[in-house]
């Protein structure tokens, strides 16, 4: 049935069409700048996550199909052996007795995928756990045992400051001096890194899940928890030697897993009530009690360009239930510029390894 | 969508209260949803988490009212617009009637997809859905540009359908925008 024409509705002279029209434009460009003030748009100055990739993005250059940090590394997979000491404190089922399939990474940190080993004393662990349930833990950790500033912001504006200098390739001594004059609360990673030597193994070091996290027990109570993956049997990290050429990480790697599969203890320290969980510069007293909860035991390497590890985002936000997030501002942070350097990598498709062609072994000499 | 859906045949006088309603309902969540979205993607602090875990459960439940509203809307009709409206307004009307639906349905639905694409589990509150895609980091990519320009897409023609509806509604003052106000 049609509309019936209203009869009372008196028709309305051209100012008032002229205002109502114009009530309505306004209406909608009212909502279309508020969709733009929600989407970062109107603020050059908010972080967002897409900042912090490109921040990443103009220090290392953008090597397509790569991770925007992070970005050399090694695909492991194997498995997880719990020992059922953890399940009290956190009803995840990989914390069940039994065995848990993961597929990990090993890598080195900074954007740029052809970086000699030795360019960095710092190693990377990241770990997916796919329970049968579907469930999925996943977990980057590093082999630093604090990380150097406890927010975002701080992490951007490192970034910035070590911008490399066009002229010299490398960041401003003086430029970074004035960052961590400014910040220090990186005082425990700075004491850590000047004694730190890049390792010559993957398979030597313990890595730190640095941010803090919560378990949650079958009956919902909340326990504030950090892991670190502790090697078994391994001797203590040796340094890089001079004849070490630009990559021997995945050799060694390789060659250790050609004789055996290589084991982790993933140590879980509990919290006290008055421990911080929101700032990963600072470890919680050495007193505090720790649970070995099983053995990552890593059986076998692929290539990050075909491995089963190249199109899975270490987000750290990812976690079965029996595991939440804790309040530790970066944790948001890594979640979502992981994904916006996700989106870009894998809109490029899969990584090509440019430097493969060319002799990338050449004599590399460690500090 | 049957393309009669201005004809004369079986059409009603007025939108049913419970037409009405999933209108109003899936309105307010769609706006939401597409702020939820916008700003999530756009911020590194713990918003980002707290929306991500508002923005898959309203997805989910704006899936489950669209299907509802297609049935109704299948089944009781719409009201016919009035005689004297052009024709060109007529076909503007059913086309962005029809993105409205189509997109009613992509958002949820690639958004799903792309999670499952992209390896992650399903997780919407304390449920997990299965995967309805592949985990395929190409598909992943695709799908992932799809939902945004999609976003965009379905937020201009909700400023659209809004500017048509208030056009009816304070200079036509031809009883469209009352139909799905009160009712008649």
Redesign the interface.
Known sequence: MPYEPKSDARPLDARQICLRLGAIGAIVLFSGAAFAYVGGWLDPNRLTPDRVVDALETNSGVHAGYRRNHAKGVCVAGHFESSGAAHALSMAAVFAPGDTQVIGRLALPGGNPYAPDSSVPIRSFALQFTSPNGEQWRTGMNSMPVFPLATPQAFYDQQVAARPDPQTHKPDPQRMKAFFGAHPEAEAFLRWVRTAKPSASYATESYYGLNAFYFVDSEGKRHPVRWRLVPEGAAAAPAAQPQHDANYLQADLEQRLATGPLRWHLWVTLGQADDSTNDATKQWPDDRPAVDAGTVVITSSASQDEGPCRDVNYDPTILPRGIAISDDPLLPARSAAYAASYERRTSEGPPHNTMSSSPSNQSEHAQ | MSLSAYS?AS???HFSLFARTLHWLMAAGIIAM??IG????????????WLIQIHKPLGVALLVLVCLRLVRRLAGGV??????IPSWQRLAALGSHILLYVLMFAMPLIGWAMVSA????VTVG?W?LPAIAP????L???L??AHRYLAFLL?ATV?LH??AA??HG??R????LA?MVRGR
């Open positions: 004369k059409s009603p006088a597409l702020f916008v700003g999530m993607v756009a911020s590194v602090s713990e918003r980002h988490q009201p016919t617009l009035p005689l004297d992209g390896g992650y589990p304390s997990q985990t395929n980091a190409a992943f990519a695709w992932r540009g937020f400023l809004l500017a208030l056009f304070w200079i003052r031809d009883g469209v139909s």
